[in-house]
């Protein structure tokens, strides 16, 4: 009997110490540098978005976004990048419909919600896209902008969602989009470097909302 109560209670410290390391590895999310004419920034990719995690990694690997472009910046609101059509683009060209000819199915997560740094996959219209399938190399960064209580309450009831406090906290203290919420698929943060995130988003534009000077991007995986 005792063997026998040896053997389990080695069995129990055998599996619990296999579970924890794969809660570990679990708990390990990959990062990139993203490098721009006016900074870097660090962007960890969620877990939670494996599809959009691992589409961003293979395009990152393959250096498919160096040289492309932000090419739709708004200010309080967010920038935009990953068309493959503006590595080459002319000055004044106007920007936002290339990809690859895929899309990624959308992993809508209330964890992932539009937080300033939020880092999230752009998509086509609901008419043209009911599904709201992801581009497969179109991005945003969240910049954003605080929100009162009564500006939420306005949202909620405009488009028919519920904004959880603890989010509420997050839009009225640090700020960010909400009404994009469960939208858009939220694939990443920013977790270094947001002040290049309000550089780029402050930079003057067209009419089409691109920069008059070429904003390029260089991203690179860290771990």
Known sequence: MKHLFYL???ACIV???ATKKTAVKE????QVMLTTDSGSMVIRLSNRTPLHRDNFVKLVKEHFFDSLLFHRVIRDFMIQGGDPASKRAKQGQQLGEGSLPYNIPPEFDTALFHKRGAVAAARESDAD???KKSSSTQ???VEGKTFTDDEMDKIEEKL???IPENHRVIYRTIGGTPFLDMNYTVFGEVISGLEVVDKIASASTDNNDRPLKNIRMKITMLK
């Open 8 to 10: 389990a209670a080695l």
């Open 15 to 17: 599996s619990c110490s």
């Open 27 to 30: 708990a390990h999310e990959m």
């Open 129 to 131: 896209n009911p599904g």
């Open 139 to 141: 991005f945003y960064i």
């Open 160 to 162: 028919h969602i519920k």
